[in-house]
């Protein structure tokens, strides 16, 4: 073979080399541009995923930005639960009943008397978490004095500033349940003041300060689910079939 043929095939395989090189360098940022692009898509994937998430999540008192009760969540429900059945606590782990009740309803009335004793057992005992939503749907049915969410915003006051006394004010409420004109701020401090609740904490009843909570918790009640009063939810679903009026259906119900 001559020296000329072996210099081709040398300089041939030179340039199969170079061009090789040349490709598998274009390959590798071919891959590595499109290993970028699929990160950046998978990066704004994962972060429309999380706003449409967060987004779900809100309610209409995620915006809401007038005093709001520190122990009430996003769905205007306020927990009962520990060894004294206190506001603000929660049973951890437990399963959660939600309890939808107007202070003027007289089935709220009702359904207190038959379940209160249960209710407190469920609390204390950790059995269950029990979240009390006051809603004023009877303020829109006639209710001049307003008497609904007058009564849910003193229910407030006294989960704000004595929450060991509100689970028994607020069966007070209910024992001592008003005609349709309601009572005044003053009478409802008389109720307060009789199960412990200070004067300085009734003193406050008559601000109001809580009163557009309750009417936006209201209007989230109602997207919810609730339909009317009084209503029950387990694990935040409201249950329109739920017969409350049969005792120990609630312990039943959560296995308790």
Known sequence: MSKKNNNR????????ERIAAKQAASDNRTRNILIGVIAV????????GYML????QKTVLSDFDGATPASADLHGG??????????????DDAPVIGVYADFLCPACAA????????????AESGTATIVYHPVNILDSSGDLTGYSTRAANAFVEVVEN?????????????ANQPGAEGYTDDEIGEIAESVGVSG???AKFSDGAYIEWVDTARQQAQRDGMKATPSVAFDGKVDDSFDWTVPGALTERVGG
Do not use: Q
């Not at 898509?41 to 429309?48: D, E, K, M, R, T």
């Not at 359904?111 to 469920?122: K, S, V």
């Open 9 to 16: 095939r040398e300089t041939a395989r030179k340039e199969a």
């Open 41 to 48: 898509v998978v990066i704004a994937l994962v972060g429309v």
């Open 53 to 56: 998430v967060k987004e779900s």
């Open 78 to 91: 306020i927990p009962f639960g520990g060894p004294d059945a206190a506001a603000g606590v929660e049973n």
């Open 111 to 122: 359904f207190d008397e038959a379940n209160a004793d249960e209710i407190r057992e469920l």
């Open 162 to 174: 004595s929450p060991e006394h509100a689970l028994e004010f607020m069966e007070a409420l209910f």
């Open 200 to 202: 300085d904490v009734t």
